[in-house]
C-alpha cells in the first residue's frame, strides 16, 4: 500500500502563485510514476503533469505548460506541484496520484492510489 497525503491549497488572485505538496509513504519502492490530477464542479477529472519516481522526467498537460513545475524531493518522498500565474479556469480539487506500473501517464484509470485532494480556488 501506498499513502498519500496532499496539502497547500487554498484560495489566491488571478495571477498568483501557490505550491501544492503530496508526501508519499508506505511501498514507495513500488512507485513508478507520480501524477497531479484536477476536477472542477461537473467536468472529468483532467491530467495536470506527472513525474517518474526518480524525478528525471516531467510531463505536462498542455492548459499548464509553462506556467506549472513539479518537482520531487527525493529525501522526503515528496512531490511538488509549483503554480504560477494562475487563471481562474485552474479552480478545481486537486489530487496527487502514484502508479505502480507502465501506462498512459495521462489516463486517471492507470494509477492505483490517490491523495484525499485539496482544493484551488483561483479568484478575479
Known amino acids: 500500500q501506498v499513502q498519500l497525503v496532499e496539502s497547500g491549497g487554498g484560495l489566491v488572485q488571478a495571477g498568483g502563485s501557490l505550491r501544492l505538496s503530496c508526501a508519499a509513504s508506505g511501498r514507495t519502492f513500488s512507485i513508478y510514476v507520480m501524477g497531479w490530477f484536477r476536477q472542477a464542479p461537473g467536468k472529468e477529472r483532467e491530467f495536470v503533469g506527472g513525474i517518474n519516481w526518480s524525478g528525471s522526467i516531467t510531463y505536462y498537460a498542455d492548459s499548464v505548460k509553462g506556467r506549472f513545475t513539479i518537482s520531487r524531493d527525493n529525501a522526503k518522498n515528496t512531490v511538488y506541484l509549483q503554480m504560477n500565474s494562475l487563471k481562474l479556469e485552474d479552480t478545481a480539487v486537486y489530487y496527487c496520484?502514484?502508479?505502480?506500473?507502465?501506462?498512459?501517464?495521462?489516463?486517471?484509470?492507470?494509477?492505483?492510489?490517490w491523495g484525499q485532494g485539496t482544493q484551488v480556488t483561483v479568484s478575479s
Open positions: 496520484a502514484a502508479r505502480t506500473s507502465p501506462g498512459s501517464t495521462a489516463s486517471p484509470a492507470n494509477y492505483d492510489y
